[in-house]
């Protein structure tokens, strides 16, 4: 009778692996862990002064919401597109390239150093929203109408990306001198929280609210789990497919445009590089299949914020920027394992071996 | 009929991509002439992708089972950059380095073919782990460019095998024969043992059956996770295989070497005609769709768009025309078999 107890401890702990967003959390946990053991100041969060004499919050947790703001932004269209069409857009990084680049053309006109800016803010935001998400809308046409595998039909955009990204500044990299340009990238005067967080923040709430208040979320689902079924039941599922990819561009719009903001100026091979990658990345450590169906925007979200404070813990350790890969690479592999249906098969066997084997001695 | 019936299925595909390439490249003999009337420039273009025929046949492998390998880019750049230490720091010969990097690619291979094979882990993260992991080892083992100056190393990288009968007068009148590099016998040597592999082998008909479908390929008694375990060790054997063939043609070690080549790898099959839904592929398409992309390079190039820019486009516009093509076939095949 002793062993009710235990069963019920087990069961709890069963639900608790079970619950989708305990790899992101667990992930998180580990790392927070590991950073109290070796280092407590990596903590610490301090006033000091940004370039303007402004006095600004800093610290590797402000740095790590900080920088995480783009990837953050880029998993919930991941999340979407990888829920409808079970695939992923391998082309968010050159897209990134391609809505800075306009953002630059807007403002820049054709000078490489204009001393105004040709254009008020918010139209050149617009305008790069809208190119996005035509360009969006290209690849959702590929996926949803044209029935590609999502990979090869961003591969295109994925080749050609950055290099309409040059074309559109005719190879010239434009510098914007108003400082009102780099505020949404870097700090409003007067506000010690850097910007980019906020705008996530917006993006998040904004996600939550439409997901809450529309049937965007169920749709998706259902799609991605049956798309023939979901026809049969009055959905259109090239248009929940089409419109996911449309969303993933309004994402990449935005964090093209705090990439830009954040230096006022661009780099098209450089910018960006690699997020995509980092962007599949969240999803899946979110615990979201990569092979579509259902999912859950919280634990896509959280992964992205445990990928940037992996990459700023490595940082903090020394690791120089071109070896970091291969250390995110082993931590990968361990969280993929670790929550791979076969082993935690196993694992939850071996947990019951356990228990049963305690409950038979006390029984004796 | 009986013909036309033949002809439905990825033949096809092949048939399309040959006359593309051969399109190609007699246009730009007719209306370009210059270099590309010259046989050494076709040695040439196998020359510089003899790597890359190798790797893309990997992914072909792959690809056929339905999974993909992003990560057979990197492992090249990391089998150049052992080789190269080893020949230049460590003193040792040009047999050892291929030990390391046949050992390198069979280890990646052994590795990332087990985790998704046996553990269900999705190919695109174990391999896209694989690409880091390779990538950032790279700059770890040596963070910078160096050419490697061993001797025996430069007699191989420099031996050339003169095709007889083959060339080019020059404007002296002397006869130059053209050549070809060890690199080039490599990589169609693996093209042939592979496509007999892939025709009349069990293992290599079971890459088309699980790719099609795997649930009825294991009905018919195929070992499925076994299956794809070979697809997977297969394709990084070819990694290393290749890496050690892009040293042979660089013959320097750095970090920014073959990057992006799993791309171009994954465009080459597409243009081959082998599907990423898997099931349909031929590694002969593969090898002429590596002739074609770098052929489309050339001709980009040699009109005066000399820009890494155009190139790109001009790439990504030939896969769209590519992925078009297949999907209007396969929508073709759908409605005739309904």
């Not at chain 2, 007068?169 to 130059?176: D, M, Q």
């Not at chain 2, 320097?252 to 839904?277: C, D, R, V, Y």
Request: hydrophobic share 50%.
């Amino acid at each position: 009778m002793s062993g009710k107890k235990s069963t019920t401890d087990q069961n709890f702990f069963m639900k608790l692996i079970r619950k989708q967003i305990f790899i992101p959390i667990a992930a998180l946990l580990i790392l927070i862990l590991f950073n109290l053991i070796a280092d407590p100041s990596f903590f610490k969060i301090y006033f000091g002064n940004n370039s303007n004499g402004d006095p600004v919050l800093k610290g590797n947790l402000i740095t790590i919401l900080d920088n995480a703001s783009e990837l953050v932004i880029l998993a919930i269209g991941m999340t979407l597109v990888t829920a409808s069409s079970g695939g992923q857009d391998i082309s968010v990084g050159a897209a990134i390239a391609l809505s800075g680049s306009v953002v630059l053309r807007v403002l820049c006109g054709t000078e490489a150093r204009p001393e105004t800016m040709h254009a008020p803010i918010i139209v050149a935001f617009l305008i790069c929203c809208i190119v996005a998400m035509l360009f969006g809308a290209f690849n959702g046409v590929l996926v949803a109408y044209f029935k590609l595998q999502p990979m090869v039909a961003t591969l295109i955009l994925f080749t050609a990306g950055r290099s309409i990204a040059a074309w559109i500044n005719n190879n010239q990299l434009p510098i914007i001198s108003d400082p009102s340009f780099g505020y949404f990238g870097n700090f409003f005067p007067g506000i010690p929280i850097p910007s980019p967080v906020f705008i996530a923040v917006i993006c998040m709430i904004i996600t939550a609210l439409v997901l809450r208040f529309t049937k965007l979320g169920l749709f998706t689902q259902a799609v991605g789990i049956n798309s023939e079924s979901s026809r049969l039941n009055g959905l259109n599922p090239q248009f929940i497919k089409f419109i996911t990819y449309v969303i993933l561009g309004l994402c990449v719009a935005v964090s093209g445009f705090i990439k830009v903001s954040r230096l006022s100026t661009i780099n098209y091979s450089v910018i960006a590089k690699d997020i995509e990658m980092d962007a599949i990345l969240a999803v899946a450590l979110g615990g979201n299949a990569l092979s579509g169906g259902k999912f859950n925007m919280a634990s896509s979200i959280l992964g992205a914020y445990v990928i940037q404070f992996l990459t700023i813990t490595l940082y903090k350790f020394d690791v120089p920027s071109s070896a970091l890969p291969a250390y995110k690479a082993v931590v990968v592999i361990v969280l993929v394992v670790l929550s791979a249906p076969v082993v935690r098969e196993k694992l939850g066997s071996l947990k019951k071996n356990l228990a049963s084997g305690k409950t038979e001695k006390e029984a004796h | 009929m009986k013909t036309r019936k033949k002809l439905t299925d990825s033949n096809l595909l092949l048939v399309i991509t040959i006359s593309v390439f051969l399109v190609m490249y007699l246009g730009a003999v007719l209306f370009l002439g210059g270099g590309f009337t010259k046989p050494q420039s076709f040695c040439n273009i196998l020359n510089e992708n003899a790597a890359l025929i190798i790797i893309s046949c990997g992914m072909s492998l792959v690809m056929i089972t339905g999974g993909i390998d992003i990560s057979v880019g990197a492992v090249t750049s990391l089998v150049c950059m052992c080789c190269a230490v080893n020949l230049d720091f460590k003193g040792g010969n040009v047999f050892t380095s291929i030990l390391i990097a046949l050992g390198i690619g069979t280890l990646f291979g052994l590795i990332q073919g087990f985790l998704i094979a046996y553990l269900d882990v999705q190919p695109f993260i174990v391999t896209l782990a694989g690409m880091f992991f390779a990538r950032g080892m790279t700059t770890i083992v040596n963070s910078t460019q160096f050419n490697v100056e061993n001797e025996e190393f430069q007699a191989l990288k420099n031996a050339r095998i003169l095709l007889p009968g083959i060339g080019s007068y020059n404007k002296k009148g002397t006869f130059i024969p053209a050549y070809v590099e060890i690199g080039v016998v490599v990589a169609l040597l693996t093209v042939l043992i592979l496509f007999v592999f892939l025709k009349w082998f069990k293992l290599g008909r079971g890459f088309y059956a699980i790719g099609g479908n795997s649930q009825s390929a294991n009905m018919l008694g195929i070992n499925v996770k076994r299956t794809k375990f070979f697809a997977y060790l297969i394709c990084g054997i070819l990694a290393g295989i290749g890496g050690f063939v892009y040293f042979m043609h660089a013959g320097s070690g750095s970090p920014s070497h073959a990057s992006g080549a799993e791309m171009n790898a994954i465009a080459s099959s597409i243009i081959g005609g082998t599907m990423l839904t898997g099931g349909s592929g031929n590694i002969i398409g593969t090898l002429f769709g590596v002739l074609s992309l770098s052929t489309i390079k050339n001709i980009v190039s040699s009109l005066g768009l000399d820009d890494a820019w155009w190139t790109n486009i001009t790439v990504a516009a030939m896969i769209c025309l590519f992925i078009v093509i297949q999907s209007v076939v396969l929508s073709g095949k759908n409605k005739s078999h309904h």
